[in-house]
């Protein structure tokens, strides 16, 4: 699956990530855990190629992924939700989700059938289709930078601190989601982060730690205390 290692980023002459070496478990939901500023969405849009890297690797199924440009990591199975969302705000929420199928010129029949599969598991998404994309809440918005993410995401999911800035009852919602995309995309692995574990434990295989951009496992005795 997805291995990272000795990762090195800077920002502005300032060390973000410190050696970052980790092993993501195929099918497997890790939540990487840290207060802001510690490095997550750094490492996130390393691995994307949104942010230049150092030094170090990432390879997804001994494919390595950092010299690749970073419009190649959709083709190879990697969805990603930004914190910010990004949507198209002039794009229905439909098109907002079905843009990277587009991108990829896959075939009409299979964006149409990744689309159901977006709905089945996000079926308000279905009932706000025709909104469009600057006609959504900042909690409706996280529902569809999701859905879009899923229309790409074959192998790996990486969602960027889904709960920021939503009210405890969507929060609750969105971590259901979670939990039924858990139960109907067994293989698809799954890389989280989040500032706090509390929504995740549910959903979590394995919780990593990341501090002053170093990353750590945090072990099942450390997690129970």
Do not use: C, W
Not at 66 to 93: K, M, T
């Amino acid at each position: 699956m997805l291995t990272v290692s000795s990762l090195n980023v800077s920002l502005a002459g300032a060390k973000i990530l410190r050696d970052v070496t980790f092993t993501l478990k195929p099918g497997a939901t890790t939540v990487l855990i840290g207060r802001n500023g510690a490095g997550k969405t750094t490492l996130l849009r390393a691995i994307m190629g949104l942010t230049p890297a150092e030094s170090g690797s990432a390879a997804l199924d001994g494919r390595q992924l950092l010299p690749l440009p970073a419009f190649a990591r959709a083709p190879a199975g990697i969805g990603y939700a930004p914190e910010d969302r990004r949507l198209i705000p002039e794009f229905s929420v439909e098109d907002n989700i079905i843009l990277p199928g587009q991108a990829l010129k896959l075939p009409q029949a299979e964006i149409k059938s990744r689309l159901e599969k977006v709905y089945a598991l996000l079926p308000e998404l279905h009932t706000m289709r025709a909104r469009p994309g600057n006609g959504v809440s900042g909690g409706q918005g996280k529902m569809v930078a999701l859905g879009r993410a899923l229309m790409v995401a074959e192998k790996l999911l990486m969602l960027d601190e889904p709960f920021q800035g939503l009210a405890p009852a969507l929060a609750l919602d969105y971590a259901r989601t979670l939990s039924r995309l858990r139960e109907t995309m067994r293989d698809l692995t799954l890389l989280i982060t989040e500032s706090s574990p509390n929504l995740l434990k549910s959903v979590a295989d394995e919780t990593m730690l990341i501090e002053r951009g170093a990353v750590t496992l945090q072990s099942p005795d450390a997690e129970a205390a």
